[in-house]
C-alpha cells in the first residue's frame, strides 16, 4: 500500500500527531479525543477509557484496539499505533495479522486432544453401546498409544503405520474399523488447526500414502454367523444361568425372553414399561433402524419377563432397570463376561455349527429364529417382527396398520415355556435364586 493509505479519512503522514497529553487523556471527559494520524482515546459515559486506531484498508474502515488506559500508555499507544501504520503502508492489514499471531500462539492440541471429540461426536450419533464402546478403545491406549501424547501436526505417515501393522493382518476385523477412526481424527484436526491455528496439514492417514508403505486392504470380512446355542439347550441354559447370583444373568435371560439386541436390552428404562399389560415400549430413537422407523416397537412380555422387571424394581437404584455399579447401563462386556464364566467348568456352551466357539449375547437371536421355524411354526411376518425386522415391501408398509402385537405375545409366551428348566423326569420349574449378588 502507497503512503497516502487513508488514516481516519486523513492522508498518512499529514494529520497532526500529539494533540493528547497524559494530564488530558487522565481528564477528558465521554467521547472520541483523537491524538492524530487515526489515534483515538475513547472514553465511556462510566469513565473507562482505551485506545483505537481507526484507519481504512481496501475501502473499508477497521477500528483496532491498542488496549485500556491507564494500563497502556499514552507513549505505549503512539509505538503500537506506528507499529499498525507500518503494517498497513506494507499492505498488511494489522488486525488480521494480530489474529494470526494469536492462532500461531495457541498451543496446538495432541492426538488426544481432537479424539475425544471425535469420540464424543460418533457415541452421540448411536444408539448401540457396543460401537460407543468401540470408538473409545479404537481412539484410546489400547491402540494408539503412540499418537496420543503427541501433538497432531507432528505425527507422521510412518507414525500412522506404526499404529496399523500390529492388527492389519492379525486382526483384520479390528484394522477395518481403526483405520477409519484414525483417518477421522486427522480430517477433524486439519479443519481445527486451519481454523483455530492457522496452520495447513496433510492428513497422514491418506491411504495413498499408506500404499506406497506397503498396506493393501485388510482380508475383506463376511459379516459371518454369532455363534449361538441349539435351541434343544435353551432348558439347560436357562437352568444354568439362574445358578448365577447376578445382575448380568437376569439381564441375559431377559435378553432371551424379549429377543431384543444387546444394546436395547443394557438401555432400557424403567419409564419404558407398563408391566399391568405387559409391554415394553422401545423408542425409535433406541432401535437399530431408527432412521427408518417412525413408531415406537411394542415388545410383548411373557410371565417371566415380567418377573425379572418386578424383582429389579424392588431394588431400583437407577433409571436404567439393569444399571451398573454407578448407575449407568451395564457394560455391553457383562454378558460376555458371564458367558466366559459359565463356560469355565465342565459344562462348554458353544456352538457345534461354528466349529465349537463359545456362545455370545446376539446368537441368541439365532437361536430364537431357528426355533421358529422348525418348532413354533408362526406366520412369517409375525417371526419377523419379533425379531425386529421391517416385514414387507414398502408398499405392503404404506398399507400394513398392525403390528401383531397378540399374536406375537402368544409367540413370545411360548419361546419363554421352552426356555423353562425342568427337572429331569418332571415339570416343575428350578427356583432362581433371589439374593443380591455381583455384576457378573
Not at 55 to 70: A, C, E, K, T, V
Amino acid at each position: 500500500m502507497s503512503q497516502s493509505t487513508s488514516i481516519c479519512g486523513t492522508k498518512r503522514g499529514t494529520g497532526k500527531v500529539g494533540k493528547l497529553t497524559d494530564r488530558t487523556a487522565r481528564s477528558v471527559g465521554p467521547g472520541k479525543h483523537a491524538d492524530g494520524d487515526g489515534l483515538y482515546l475513547v472514553v465511556s459515559p462510566a469513565g473507562g477509557r482505551k485506545w483505537v486506531l481507526r484507519y481504512q484498508m481496501d475501502g473499508r474502515r477497521r477500528d483496532m484496539g491498542l488496549g485500556p488506559y491507564p494500563e497502556t500508555s499514552l507513549s505505549a499507544a503512539r509505538m503500537a499505533a506506528l507499529s499498525a501504520r507500518t503494517k498497513i503502508a506494507q499492505g498488511v492489514d494489522p488486525l488480521a495479522a494480530r489474529e494470526e499471531a494469536r492462532k500461531a500462539s495457541r498451543p496446538i492440541p495432541t492426538f488426544a486432544d481432537i479424539a475425544k471429540d471425535v469420540i464424543a461426536e460418533a457415541q452421540a450419533r448411536t444408539s448401540n453401546a457396543k460401537v460407543a464402546y468401540q470408538w473409545e478403545r479404537h481412539l484410546g491406549p489400547a491402540y494408539c498409544a503412540l499418537l496420543l501424547a503427541r501433538p497432531v501436526n507432528e505425527i507422521t505417515t510412518s507414525d500412522v503405520a506404526a499404529v496399523l501393522k500390529p492388527v492389519w493382518r492379525s486382526k483384520p476385523e479390528v484394522a477395518r474399523k481403526l483405520y477409519p477412526a484414525i483417518r477421522r481424527v486427522f480430517e477433524s484436526a486439519r479443519i481445527v488447526l486451519r481454523d483455530q491455528h492457522g496452520l495447513s496439514i496433510d492428513n497422514p492417514a491418506r491411504w495413498d500414502d499408506l500404499k506406497a508403505l506397503g498396506f493393501s486392504a485388510p482380508t475383506q470380512l463376511s459379516r459371518g454367523r454369532h455363534p449361538s446355542l441349539p435351541y434343544e439347550q435353551m432348558a439347560a441354559f436357562t437352568a444354568a444361568l439362574r445358578q448365577r447370583d447376578a445382575i448380568a444373568s437376569r439381564l441375559l435371560e431377559f435378553l432371551i425372553l424379549t429377543n431384543v439386541r444387546t444394546g436395547t436390552a443394557l438401555n432400557a428404562e424403567w419409564r419404558e414399561f407398563d408391566l399391568d399389560a405387559r409391554v415394553w415400549t422401545i423408542p425409535p430413537s433406541k432401535l437399530k433402524d431408527k432412521k427408518h422407523r417412525k413408531e415406537s416397537f411394542r415388545i410383548p412380555l411373557a410371565p417371566r419377563a415380567v418377573e425379572i422387571v418386578k424383582e429389579l424394581e424392588a431394588v431400583r437404584v437407577s433409571r436404567f432397570v439393569f444399571p451398573s455399579a454407578t448407575g449407568k447401563p451395564l457394560s455391553n462386556m457383562a454378558m460376555l463376561v458371564l458367558l466366559k464364566r459359565m463356560n469355565s467348568g465342565e459344562t462348554k456352551w458353544i456352538d457345534p455349527a461354528s466349529d465349537g466357539k463359545p456362545i455370545v449375547p446376539h446368537g441368541f437371536r439365532a437361536t430364537f429364529r431357528t426355533w421358529c421355524e422348525e418348532v413354533a411354526r408362526f406366520p412369517h411376518a409375525v417371526v419377523e417382527e419379533a425379531m425386529g425386522h421391517v416385514v414387507g415391501t414398502s408398499v405392503e408398509r404404506a398399507y400394513r396398520r398392525t403390528d401383531v402385537l397378540e399374536q406375537r405375545r402368544h409367540l413370545m409366551e411360548q419361546w419363554a415355556t421352552h426356555c423353562e428348566p425342568r427337572e429331569l423326569g418332571g415339570a416343575d420349574v428350578l427356583a432362581f435364586k433371589r439374593t443380591g449378588g455381583d455384576v457378573a
